[in-house]
């Protein structure tokens, strides 16, 4: 009995913290909503555990193909890092909860606005430099066109950044109560990660005349159904209690049929595109995991942590190695670019005759230091000579390589800087018949 009673109280207990915290979200976000206010995302800062969603993506990393697997791993390693320096600034200055909303009353300006409570004893400056440290609304100096455009003003106790002309809006702007927002985020709980979706009944009715089919490339399906969403949800809950729990809730349950319909043709489509396959191999377990289940006028996604580890995550994982090599490549070229300058303006002032090893260009470069940290090449982090030059004769032409990166393993293409300044992307093949002699 004394158990029954202990395991009553505990749930009541997080029933209530889930309450307190929905509360926390409506007056957090209620002085912002908008009529046009489609999207709202909350991040809860307060309860993500950085450490416990490190292990678990490592581990996840560790278990992908052998020539996959170092890039996931590398990708892993830059988010955790990135993430865990966010949080720790974020919760360091007080916030626990931030949120991103989109409001298409505000356009033309920049709809997005970033938002966090304010609670007692909170660095509210401290909270604005987290806020904008992300992609949106970065830092800028009061020299800087961007920082003219954007603002930070506080709105009840909910501080808020986005483009001036956006909270100059919400300061005249009379709160809205958006009723379909509060059901959403009740079904959200107190999930790690909220994503909620909630159209207008203006925007649902326009939606078919502005797109009235979707891509091919999503099966080309007609979008009347969508009219039929009322609000969406996706709540992510991060480790070490992995969950994922999505749903959409209809007009009705033939409303729920057709939007039910119209994403398994998309999901279908994407499926089965080449491309799509290539680029990621998981995608058929994944758009099946993540097909919706008809609960009369909602459909609902539910994937605990086996799912989410068989299905969701590999596929995941395998695309954020693909872009974390993406940006190395790009920004390699960089590299190769500025080494290249460098050595060009070397060769404008000693008759045409390029340096005989690229440290003879330092000056060019920025000075020795600029050199050894463009040496470094980002797809062989660690290494302090990741780039190989070749010095071309004076009368070279400009299709003459001169730059190029140290292949790393697994490395199916390689940047190579020409004479003539520009930066080319050669596949491991080609480059190996024409230049690997070369290359160490």
Known sequence: MRQIAATAIIALAMSLAVVRARAADETAVAPLLGPQTILVARFNAAAFDPAA??????????????????????????????????????????????????????????????????????????????????????????????????????????????????????????????????????????????????????????????????????????????????????????????????????????????????????????????????????????????????QGDRLVVDLDAAAIEHDLAPAVLQQMGRQWRIGQYVKSASHISKLVSACRAYAADHGGQWPEHLADAASYAGGEEKLKELMQNPLRPGEEDGYAYHRPAASAGGDSAVVFEKAAEHQKNINVGFADGHVEMLDKQEFDRHFAPFNP
């Open 53 to 294: 969603m490190d292990a678990w993506e490592k581990q996840m990393a560790s278990q992908l193909p052998e020539d996959v697997k170092g890039d996931a791993q590398s990708a892993v390693a830059d988010r955790s890092a990135r993430v865990r320096r966010w949080v720790e600034a974020f919760t360091r200055a007080g916030g626990k909860r931030a949120y991103l909303l989109a409001d298409l009353d505000l356009l033309p300006s920049n709809p997005v606005l970033l938002a966090a409570p304010v609670g007692e004893g909170a660095d509210v400056q401290a909270m604005e430099r987290a806020l904008r440290s992300g992609s949106v609304y970065p830092s800028t100096s009061p020299s800087d066109e961007a920082a003219v455009a954007t603002a930070t003003q506080m709105i009840g106790k909910t501080l808020v950044v986005g483009d001036v002309h956006a909270i100059e809006a919400l300061k005249a702007r009379t709160p809205l109560q958006r009723p379909e927002l509060d059901k959403a985020i009740a079904e959200a709980g107190d999930a790690t990660l909220v994503v909620a979706f909630i159209p207008s009944d203006e925007t649902r009715k326009n939606l078919p005349d502005l797109a009235p089919a979707l891509a091919r490339f999503f099966g080309g399906g007609k979008t009347d159904a969508l009219s039929g969403v009322q609000w969406a949800v996706v709540a992510l809950t991060a480790p070490p209690k992995l969950a994922l729990h999505a749903v959409i809730q209809c007009d009705d349950a033939d409303s729920a049929k057709g939007v039910g319909e119209l994403l398994q043709t998309m999901l279908k489509s994407m499926a089965a595109d080449k491309s799509m396959q290539n680029e990621m191999p998981g995608i058929v377990a994944l758009t099946s995991a993540l097909s919706p289940a008809a």
